[in-house]
C-alpha cells in the first residue's frame, strides 16, 4: 500500500504562485494517475486535476486557466502550481493515487490512497 | 461539469441502518465512489465501482447504484462511523472527476 505525503509552504500571498510537491513511497508512480484535491475550511472537497508518470494531465474546468500539475518519476514525485492565488484557495490540500478503467458498461475512476493534507493559507 | 446533489445531514440511532444518497443525471450510467472523512482526517476510500468494497473496510457498508440515485448504506451504525460521506463519480465528456457536496452523518 503506497503512503502519500504533501509538503510546501503554509503561507502565501496574494497575487503569488501557490506550490505544493506529493512525495509517493512504498510504490512506483510509474503506475496510476496522481491527484490534487482541496477543500477549503468547513466546505466539501472540490478536484484540482491530475498527472499519470507520462506527465499527461486533465484539469478541473474551473481552475485549468491556473493550474499546473507535474511528475518528476526520478523523484518519485508530482507538484501542484498555482497561479494568482487570492483568499478563496485557503483550504487543505490533499494528494491522491487514482485508479481508471473501463469495464463493458462504462468508465470508472476513484481515489484509493490519499496523504494526510496540508492547509494553505493565503493572506497578505 | 457534471453535478451530483447530496442531502446535508442525516442522522440515526447506533445500530440502525444508516442511508446516504447521491443524485446526478443518469448517475446509474457512471459508477459511484464514496468516501468517509471523520473530523480532522483525510478522506478514505469505503465503496468504488457502485458497491465494491476495498479490503479491510466493514462489511457493514454497501452500495448501490439506480435511476439518477446512488446510495450508500452503512449496517448496524456505530458511533466510529461518524464523519461526511462524499460520493464521487467520473465524468466521461470532461474527462474530469465531479465530488458531491458531502454529507454529514450523526450517530445520535
Known amino acids: 500500500q503506497g503512503q502519500l505525503q504533501e509538503s510546501g509552504p503554509g503561507l502565501v500571498k496574494p497575487p503569488e504562485t501557490l506550490s505544493l510537491t506529493c512525495t509517493v513511497s512504498?510504490?512506483?508512480?510509474?503506475?496510476?494517475?496522481w491527484n490534487w484535491i482541496r477543500q477549503p475550511p468547513g466546505k466539501g472537497l472540490e478536484w484540482i486535476g491530475y498527472?499519470?508518470?507520462?506527465?499527461?494531465?486533465i484539469y478541473a474546468p474551473s481552475l485549468q486557466s491556473r493550474v499546473t500539475i507535474s511528475v518528476d518519476t526520478s523523484k518519485n514525485q508530482f507538484s501542484l502550481k498555482l497561479r494568482s492565488v487570492t483568499a478563496a484557495d485557503t483550504a487543505m490540500y490533499f494528494c491522491?493515487?487514482?485508479?481508471?478503467?473501463?469495464?463493458?458498461?462504462?468508465?470508472?475512476?476513484?481515489?484509493?490512497?490519499w496523504g494526510k493534507g496540508t492547509t494553505v493559507t493565503v493572506s497578505s | 461539469s457534471y453535478e451530483l446533489t447530496q442531502s446535508p445531514s442525516v442522522s440515526v440511532f447506533p445500530g440502525q441502518t444508516a442511508s446516504i444518497t447521491c443524485s446526478g443525471d443518469n448517475l446509474m450510467n457512471r459508477y459511484v465512489s464514496w468516501y468517509q472523512q471523520r473530523p480532522g482526517q483525510s478522506p478514505v476510500l469505503v465503496i468504488y465501482?457502485?458497491?465494491k468494497r476495498p479490503s479491510g473496510r466493514p462489511e457493514r457498508f454497501s452500495g448501490s447504484n439506480s435511476g439518477n440515485t446512488a446510495t450508500l448504506t452503512i449496517s448496524d451504525t456505530q458511533p466510529v462511523d461518524e464523519a461526511d460521506y462524499y460520493c464521487q463519480a467520473w465524468d466521461s465528456n470532461t474527462a474530469s472527476v465531479a465530488f458531491g457536496g458531502g454529507t454529514k452523518l450523526t450517530v445520535l
Open positions: 491522491a493515487r487514482g485508479k481508471k478503467g473501463l469495464t463493458v458498461t462504462t468508465g470508472f475512476y476513484f481515489m484509493d490512497v
Open positions: 512504498n510504490g512506483s508512480i510509474s503506475i496510476y494517475y
Open positions: 465501482q457502485d458497491r
Open positions: 498527472v499519470d508518470y507520462s506527465g499527461s494531465v
